[in-house]
């Protein structure tokens, strides 16, 4: 069971344009979400992250929107770099209890930036 | 400073051999993190520390055994693995408590099992 999916297995964008990333989760309990960005042999990176009390989270060139009523997330990349192509994954977890610390990752989106 | 360190980098070992793969942070935080990466694969969680004492074991095979000796530091020691425990092994570390599950990764130590 897939709690947490990027349809797209990969997007291609034109550099300076916007990209948008998309992740639909399946359990109501995940409060807090995650973007991590991921090069070949690298560790993830963290990106940004909205608690599920917010529907919009800004961090420079990175903004992500979270719609609770339709289980859906999807961040922003505007204007997209040719240094942001990368894996891109979304996570969710559960605040609390015995699920705690417990990151649940989407199948994550190629995005490659063109120059 | 968001940095997690791990060593070796790269790890070639037998089916027979023992080693030990090591994590390091220095950022105050009291949960620790091994997860498995196959190729095209999302990271899967393994264990989690919280305050040196192992809270989730994610039905891991035994010859993977972690370790907390302190609070920085975490090990994961390696017995008679298979090939099929080639993989990208990846430690996290985040603070414990409400809203703070930003898990910061290392760069991971590529394991290979021959």
């Known amino acids: 069971d897939q709690q947490v999916k990027q349809n797209s297995p990969s997007l291609s964008v034109q550099e300076g344009r916007i990209s948008i990333l998309n992740c639909d989760y399946t359990n109501s309990m995940f409060d807090y979400f995650l973007w991590y960005k991921k090069y070949p042999a690298e560790g993830p990176t963290f990106l940004i992250s909205i608690s599920s009390i917010k529907d919009k989270n800004e961090d420079g060139r990175f903004t992500v929107f979270l719609n609770k009523s339709a289980k859906h997330l999807s961040l922003h990349i505007v204007p997209s770099q040719p240094g942001d192509s990368a894996v891109y994954f979304c996570a969710a977890s559960v605040a609390g209890g015995t699920s705690y610390g417990k990151l649940t990752f989407g199948q994550g989106t190629i995005l490659t930036v063109h120059p | ?114």
């Open chain 2, 1 to 114: 400073d968001t940095e997690v360190t791990q060593t070796p980098k790269h790890l070639v070992m037998g089916m027979t051999n023992k080693k030990s793969l090591k994590c390091e942070q220095h950022m105050g935080h009291r949960a620790m993190y091994w997860y498995k990466q196959k190729a095209k694969k999302p990271p899967e969680l393994m264990f989690v520390y919280s305050y040196e004492k192992l809270s989730i074991n994610e039905s891991v095979p035994s010859r993977f055994s972690p370790e907390c000796p302190n609070s920085s530091l975490l090990n994961l020691h390696l017995h008679a693995l298979q090939p099929e425990d080639s993989a990208l092994y990846l430690c996290a570390s985040s603070q414990v408590g409400r809203d703070t599950d930003t898990q910061y990764f290392g760069p991971g130590t590529r394991l290979t099992v021959l």
